[in-house]
């Protein structure tokens, strides 16, 4: 009786044991992808959307059977808004983790941090966010809009609006000069002019001054490339010293951080900005994604903007690089994200170019109105013509990095 007894307790735990070992075994197989982005600090307000478009790229990936027959696991990294800490988990999601591939970045600091690094470790890299342009990377694909894109567009239709003299507003990094240098392209190429070019620290909150030399400047609008949580204060300042509709202002960035949501409509209405997605597209593939992110989220849904949704396309082009290659080898990857260019989602078509890395894309003006975008105009399958100009991985496939374009 007892040995009968020490076999059926004996079967009983296997049985019992094998859903988990089934779970070990699924996981093991599991392919990993790693997203770094700020879920935390000064940069949280851009990271969040990020993370729940990665997040719902996941889920997708693993509702339709996942990739080469093995689910998609993604390990979230916080890196608290700090650039060492970037770096540090770029490290470890590429030596410890062994990802096949690594979403993320935010600042353009924050990608030259951890480029270098990916590229180092043969890991592949996707950046999702929109840039001033240049970097040409064959381990790095961009599925963000550049100055090319959307400069070029908000320029020409401010322009025929406000007049040709345009004072600018920049974050003081590598990001907000370059694009500085656009600002004043686009404006001479249409007649215009940058009269004065003012550049700020991300922990800059004061800007009494600089609004007073506007007032004295007089320019027909302003051109806004503020970045963070610390430059909104800008806008606030801006309608407190009463000139909110004043001097119309544009801006290559602002919404990415759903300031149009936080600020009330005095102090943003009119603000005009163009990107490769608003959540206010009325297209049946951008109401099917909202419903799938309502669904998996609830009452936490974020609001979407460009950075949060190229974040999901650039795990769908990673994806359809995998399932072209039929395995994670990282060259015969890229070759699939090459050969295999289009991913057709929320915010239209994103085709990836072999020669740059970078994203055609549909192209949509909007302006703000009681904290919504009002779209007023698409520009289909806009090419990354800066990017363009200086970078070719089709002749220069060693090529590695970012090219400093001369605008103008």
Known sequence: MNIHRRRFLQSSAAVLAAPALITQARAA?????????????????????????????VDDLNASGGLIGRPVELIKYDPQSNIQFYTQFATEAATKDKVAAVIAGITSASRE???PVLRRYQTLYFYPTLYEGGVCDRNTFMTGTTPGQTID???????????????VLAADYNYGQISADWVKKYAKDNGGEVIA??????????????????????PGMVFTILVGGNHMSFFRQWAAAGMAGQIPIASSDFGTGNEHKVLTPAE???????????Q???????????E????????????LNELAVKTWYAVMHWANGVKTAGSLDRMAVIKGVETNPVVDGPGGRSTMEAATHHCRMDIHLASVKDGAFVVSQSFPQEPPS???????????????????????
Not at 153 to 167: D, E, S
Not at 294 to 299: E, I, L, P, S, T
């Open 292 to 303: 799938r992110l309502r669904h998996k989220f609830g009452d936490k849904t974020p609001y």
């Open 153 to 167: 567009k908000i320029l020409p239709a401010a322009m025929k609006q406000w007049g040709k003299k345009i004072y």
């Open 280 to 290: 206010e597209l009325q297209t049946p593939a951008n109401a099917a994604f909202l």
């Open 386 to 408: 800066d990017t363009a100009a200086v970078c070719d991985l089709i002749k220069n496939p060693d090529e590695d990095k970012q090219f400093v374009i001369k605008a103008g």
């Open 29 to 57: 197989d599991a392919i990993k992808i790693a997203g770094i982005f700020d879920q935390s600090g000064g940069l949280d307000i851009y990271g969040l959307p990020m993370v729940a478009c990665l997040e719902l790229a």
């Open 268 to 278: 943003s209405n009119g603000i005009l900005a163009a990107y490769g997605y608003f």
């Open 113 to 115: 941090a951890i480029r």
């Open 197 to 218: 070019a003012d550049f700020f620290p991300l922990d800059v909150t004061e800007f009494g001054p600089t609004i007073k030399k506007i007032q004295a400047a007089k």
